[in-house]
């Protein structure tokens, strides 16, 4: 299989570049779905690219169709 159903934090930080505290924040806001199996914390692939398109576009002050 090539592409995993679920990473764990450590996986999400090193594939996004985000941090651990900012993804243990998201979790707790209720912006990331995060599971748990045997006391370890798992991002569904599918709750990653929703969290990862829900964020923000960086507003560089070009029209996007320019």
């Known amino acids: 299989m090539n592409n995993p159903l ?3 934090i450590a996986d999400v930080c090193k594939m ?3 941090g651990r505290t900012s993804l ?3 979790i707790k806001e209720g912006r990331l779905r995060a ?3 045997f006391g370890r914390t798992l991002i569904l692939a599918s709750d ?3 969290f990862l398109h829900s ?5 560089t002050g070009v029209p996007r169709d320019a």
């Not at 964020?55 to 507003?59: E, G, Q, S």
């Open 48 to 50: 990653l690219q929703a």
């Open 6 to 8: 679920a990473y764990s």
């Open 55 to 59: 964020l923000p576009a960086l507003n």
């Open 24 to 26: 243990y924040t998201a």
């Open 16 to 18: 996004t570049g985000i």
């Open 35 to 37: 599971v748990k199996h």
